[in-house]
């Protein structure tokens, strides 16, 4: 198996904090998100608040991958969970898309290659989510 | 009513990394992904929204922010500004007034907002991917939806297609997407004019 993160929505973690502030303060979501990208240490701020149990705010966003495996996995993980999409690029070659809430609670639940390969690509576009659900869990 | 697309996983980002594919649009549509804010709207309009559930939403609380001066805060349809203002007006008085009331004895937010209209301002951050655009563009642009959540679509479609056009041109109302009306007895039998209003 081989993961490949190939593309993400811009600025996750900004649109992260904006969600958490826009059900929680009166000001309009977009003053917020335009307000959090000119400030990027009050996003790490607002995610260090982060209640990742209320996770519909960590839906904002889109992870794609180029995978490399074979159909059993693909369809192992479709079991596991309903929120990757797959498309069938070649054989045992895929392109594989989910939101940042999918991805962190698979590689929570899940064991194993895929889990990890997933949990490096949160580290690597959402460090600070991906600090915070690791402080979580200790 | 403002809408604006604030941040999109483009095609290009996705596609310039990856060899030619035979994969049709429709298939990769899954893979996009638009996050909206919506500001300015009614809750009757963002109830509408949440039937849509391949979609992601972040909503203002009513639970943690205190509806105030709820009469500059409520969206008023066109026919009832038309008809009878008044009867409108004195009705949000009165929400506005039995709110501020339960609040002021100490009455939980969550409990008072029980109270306040359909009518009353909201403000949301919506995801969807764009598989689920499409359908969402089916529905709501048709000429039978209504008229908030109408608008609100159309203006979602034309950013949409500002960013995506060649997955979009196509998108619209049913009619212009099948070129059939899927509506039934309940079409509004102008075809032909909503599709042109939609072609590129």
Known sequence: MRLTLIAHTPNPEAMIAAAMLTTTS????????????????????????????????????????????????????????????????????????????????????????????????????????????????? | MKVRLLSHLSSKNIFSHLPPVNVSKKELLSHLSFTFALEGISRACSHQLVRHRVAS????????????????????????????????????????????????????????????????????????DGRALMHFFGLRCCIRAQWEVKELSDEMLRQVREVEPEFFSGAGPYCFQLDRCPEGRFTCGRMGVVIEKYRV
């Open chain 1, 26 to 138: 009166g000001v309009k979501p977009s003053t917020i998100y335009e307000r959090l990208l000119a400030n990027p240490e009050k996003v790490g701020d607002v995610i260090s608040r982060l209640e990742v149990q209320h996770g519909s705010i960590l839906e904002h966003n889109r992870l794609v991958w180029l995978l490399e495996a074979e159909e059993q996995l693909v369809l192992d993980t479709l079991l596991k969970t309903k929120f990757f999409n797959f498309t069938r690029l070649g054989d045992d070659e895929w392109l594989m898309s989910a939101n940042l809430r999918a991805v962190l609670e698979y590689s929570e639940e899940c064991e194993g290659e895929l889990g990890d390969s997933l949990r490096d690509s949160m580290i690597t576009v959402t460090p600070n989510v991906c600090h915070f659900a690791g402080r979580r869990k200790t």
């Open chain 2, 57 to 128: 939403f972040s909503q203002q609380s009513q639970r943690y922010i205190q509806v105030r001066r709820l009469k500059n805060h409520v969206i008023i349809p066109p026919s009832v500004a038309v008809k009878s203002p008044k009867v409108f007006d004195s009705l949000i008085d009165e929400a506005s007034d039995t709110y501020q009331a339960l609040v002021d004895v100490g009455i939980p937010r969550e409990d008072a907002r029980f109270v306040l209209p359909n009518a009353t301002e909201t403000n949301l951050l919506m995801t969807m």
